[in-house]
């Protein structure tokens, strides 16, 4: 009762808060939870909250039960004792005294409410709790996977992915939910690969049927998304006809496939039928080669040991590997050690929010769908904030001055950054231009998470300890497009990544000139 009390003051001091303050109500509800693998370790601890409460309210649910199975037999007992009344008086007093006193008392537990003090606590958790945005971007990671990587459902769905056998499965519910989620977008070539899943599981998994009701998951759900999938991808109608006249057969006593079926004959009696959309397919072949392992360049690209950028190289030269010449990217091998790394993601963890766009329209940073991931910006005072500092201009012999801070990344569900480029492409007098990109790899990645630059074909797998580096701008100042580069989709792993964006007014002395290419005309 205790206990009880105390959470109603709480949440009623809550419910002040959210009065008084409108927008922290809307914070807590935004968590983002699909941008970062690392918080979703926080649902889990909520999730174990959540079920231990849940064990709570079964216990006490038990205790109700073993309270009347007690009360059913004494009272089949006390009746037993009663049946001798007639030659012994005595024996009524028992069952007097039983009816007079035992029942009210039972009565007052029936009347007891159970569960209200864990759904109290429920209820305070639920802004905790995933929203419907974080479904829809986990949704879409796992859409971008798939493409991507030219993964099928089935495959999906029995955690084979790439030929790799990982331990998970999906049920009926998440077939499902994908499936509604892709034809509510239109793909219905995609929505009919899931939807098929989801029948199957369905159908494999009889003995849950009841269960699957409960939660909202019925045959007649299942069936009329198929049929409407179906309907968008065939001309011929005769098809999704003769599918729910099927399911019709094999549930002859669900009445909810019936009525769907005459929806059916009705839209394609009066010619309601929805158009099918034709989306022109990408060509996605080059993605798929080259985020699924490393491409590379010509074969007159070399590693060396690199002694000639800072003079205290020449005491600890950096392994360094050429990967391109036109744009000028490098990859530095075993450049920070594990110590490092885990120190790094730890000043981070605590920071990380939603990462962010510039948009050169509106001049200010928004959210982008096209970058799935939450970052965190690190204190330049910490010790070895100050030494990858000095760490980065060994590496690229460039001033750091008036550069952007150092940041640290951690990719979400199928965490990707779409194709971009780090300069902007609008002249603005107030934003100064990155010159160059420093990636630093804080993890390795199992399956995915390539840094790929389409226009040179070329990717990069990440590799804890290692740096990528490369050069935005040409040797006027402008943007070059070759350095169009992408986060590939993350399939298996957790992606941490520190990048170093590098401007370009303070290097008026660092940055040799480079002299213009002149093409020799042949007479």
């Known amino acids: 009762m205790h206990e009880l009390l105390k959470m109603r003051r709480v949440k009623c001091f809550l419910c002040l808060i959210f009065l008084w303050f409108p927008s922290v109500t809307l914070e807590n509800l935004d968590k983002n939870y699909a941008m970062s693998i690392y918080d979703l370790g926080e649902l889990l601890n909520y999730n174990q909250v959540l079920v231990n409460h849940l064990e709570d309210y079964a216990d006490k649910l038990q205790q109700r039960v073993y309270l009347v199975d007690s009360f059913v037999e004494i009272t089949k007992e006390k009746m037993t004792q009663a049946k001798g009344i007639d030659s012994n008086p005595l024996s009524s007093f028992p069952l007097l005294r039983h009816m007079q006193y035992d029942w009210p008392n039972i009565l007052w537990?029936?009347?007891?409410?159970?569960?209200?003090?864990?759904?109290?606590?429920?209820?305070?958790?639920?802004?905790?709790?995933?929203?419907?945005?974080?479904l829809d971007e986990t949704l879409n990671g796992l859409y971008r996977i798939q493409v991507i990587y030219n993964l099928n459902g089935s495959a999906m769905s029995r955690g084979l992915l790439m030929g790799v056998q990982h331990n998970y499965s999906l049920t009926p519910f998440e077939g499902y939910t994908i499936a509604k989620y892709l034809a509510e977008g239109g793909d219905y070539g995609g929505a009919k690969d899931w939807i098929s899943v989801a029948l199957d599981l369905y159908l494999a998994d009889g003995g849950n049927w009841d269960f699957y009701e409960?939660?909202?998951?019925?045959?007649?759900?299942?069936?009329?998304?198929?049929?409407?999938?179906?309907?968008?991808?065939?001309?011929?109608?005769?098809?999704?006809?003769?599918?729910?006249?099927?399911?019709?057969?094999?549930?002859?006593?669900?009445?909810?496939?019936?009525?769907?079926?005459?929806?059916?004959?009705?839209?394609?009696?009066?010619?309601?039928?929805?158009?099918?959309?034709?989306?022109?397919?990408?060509?996605?072949?080059?993605?798929?080669?080259?985020?699924?392992?490393?491409?590379?360049?010509?074969?007159?690209?070399?590693?060396?040991?690199?002694?000639?950028?800072?003079?205290?190289?020449?005491?600890?030269?950096?392994?360094?590997?050429?990967?391109?010449?036109?744009?000028?990217?490098?990859?530095?091998?075993?450049?920070?050690?594990?110590?490092?790394?885990?120190?790094?993601?730890?000043?981070?963890?605590?920071?990380?929010?939603?990462?962010?766009?510039?948009?050169?329209?509106?001049?200010?940073?928004?959210?982008?769908?096209?970058?799935?991931?939450?970052?965190?910006?690190?204190?330049?005072?910490?010790?070895?904030?100050?030494?990858?500092?000095?760490?980065?201009?060994?590496?690229?012999?460039?001033?750091?001055?008036?550069?952007?801070?150092?940041?640290?990344?951690?990719?979400?569900?199928?965490?990707?950054?779409?194709?971009?480029?780090?300069?902007?492409?609008v002249s603005d007098p107030y934003l100064p231009d990155r010159i160059a990109t420093?990636?630093?790899?804080?993890?390795?990645?199992?399956?995915?998470?390539?840094?790929?630059?389409?226009?040179?074909?070329?990717?990069?797998?990440?590799?804890?300890?290692?740096?990528?580096?490369?050069?935005?701008?040409?040797?006027?100042?402008?943007?070059?497009?070759?350095?169009?580069?992408?986060?590939?989709?993350?399939?298996?792993?957790?992606r941490w990544v520190m990048t170093k964006w590098i401007n370009q007014p303070p290097q008026l002395f660092r940055r040799p000139c480079l002299r213009e290419h002149t093409e020799k005309k042949v007479a």
Not at 473 to 481: I, K, N, Y
């Open 109 to 134: 537990h029936l009347e007891q409410r159970l569960g209200e003090a864990q759904a109290t606590i429920i209820s305070l958790l639920h802004s905790e709790l995933p929203t419907a945005k974080d």
């Open 214 to 425: 409960q939660q909202g998951l019925s045959s007649d759900s299942l069936y009329e998304l198929y049929v409407e999938v179906l309907d968008n991808l065939s001309e011929d109608k005769e098809v999704p006809l003769a599918m729910m006249t099927e399911a019709i057969k094999r549930y002859p006593e669900n009445h909810k496939l019936e009525r769907a079926l005459t929806r059916l004959e009705m839209s394609n009696r009066i010619g309601e039928e929805q158009e099918t959309q034709k989306q022109e397919a990408d060509d996605l072949s080059t993605y798929f080669r080259c985020c699924s392992r490393e491409c590379r360049r010509g074969s007159r690209l070399y590693c060396l040991y690199n002694t000639t950028a800072r003079a205290f190289l020449r005491l600890a030269p950096l392994k360094m590997e050429l990967l391109s010449l036109e744009p000028y990217v490098v990859l530095y091998h075993d450049v920070l050690s594990d110590r490092e790394m885990f120190v790094l993601k730890s000043l981070a963890k605590n920071n990380l929010v939603r990462a962010v766009t510039y948009n050169e329209t509106e001049k200010k940073y928004s959210e982008d769908r096209h970058r799935t991931t939450k970052a965190g910006w690190l204190n330049p005072r910490h010790k070895i904030i100050r030494r990858m500092g000095i760490l980065t201009e060994d590496m690229t012999n460039l001033d750091l001055e008036g550069s952007e801070e150092f940041q640290v990344l951690n990719y979400g569900i199928g965490g990707h950054y779409a194709p971009h480029v780090d300069y902007f492409s």
């Open 438 to 494: 420093l990636l630093f790899y804080l993890s390795d990645v199992p399956l995915g998470g390539a840094t790929f630059f389409p226009m040179i074909d070329l990717s990069v797998i990440p590799k804890k300890g290692t740096v990528l580096m490369w050069y935005n701008l040409d040797h006027r100042g402008q943007g070059m497009e070759t350095t169009f580069h992408s986060a590939c989709p993350v399939v298996v792993g957790s």
